[in-house]
């Protein structure tokens, strides 16, 4: 690779968690911990999200220093003010697309043609899709040039249905992610809940829940030094 790879993650820009009255979005630490890594290797990060502009966050916690450092990063405050919008997105610019968790993503990342071709062109350039906890709800719209899914027939985890039932949200989202992987036919693999858990076929790497976010990103370094 001759020069300093593109990284494009993915936000969510839904607000609410269903009919709770409690607020969702996109998960700071699934944000923070790979902006960590993939800084530290000296990669290029822009944000992108449904609807554009400063997305909703959750799950915040001050007491995390990566956290914290992110939040108090200048330029990470600048994208976060202003993430760009898909039709403002060139796939031609980026060598990874990374689909954020959140449980916001289980309303908006679904049905998102214009994200799904970006993660598309990516991928058929070469590039790496990757996507964490709640995430790989962006990853069952994607369909290959040749008419496949792209996760058909492909290892993958995402929060599964154990956790979100230990989450209580079972009958809140709209959906079960590992249910809906499955049907498409990923080959969906799940560890204990809550435990970290990374899982690389090929170029597409997805991790299962929060406690993966910091290792998704590091084997998205990996994938990227072996391309």
Known sequence: MNRTPKILMVL???DRLGDTGRPTGYYLPELAHPWSVFGSAGYHVDLVSPQGGRPPAYGTDPQDPIQQAFLDDAEAGRKLAATLRPEEIDPADYDVVFYVGG?????????NA???????DVYENGGVVAAVCHGPAGLLDITLSDGTRLVEGKRVTGFTNSEEAAAGLTDVVPFPLQTALEQIGAKHEGVGDYLAHVVVDGRLVTGQNPASAFGTAEAVVGVLAGR
Not at 103 to 111: K, N, R, S, V, Y
Not at 114 to 120: K, T
């Open 114 to 120: 214009a994200l799904a071709g970006i993660a598309r």
């Open 103 to 111: 449980h916001g993503t289980m309303w908006d990342f679904p049905g």
């Open 12 to 14: 969510s820009s839904h």
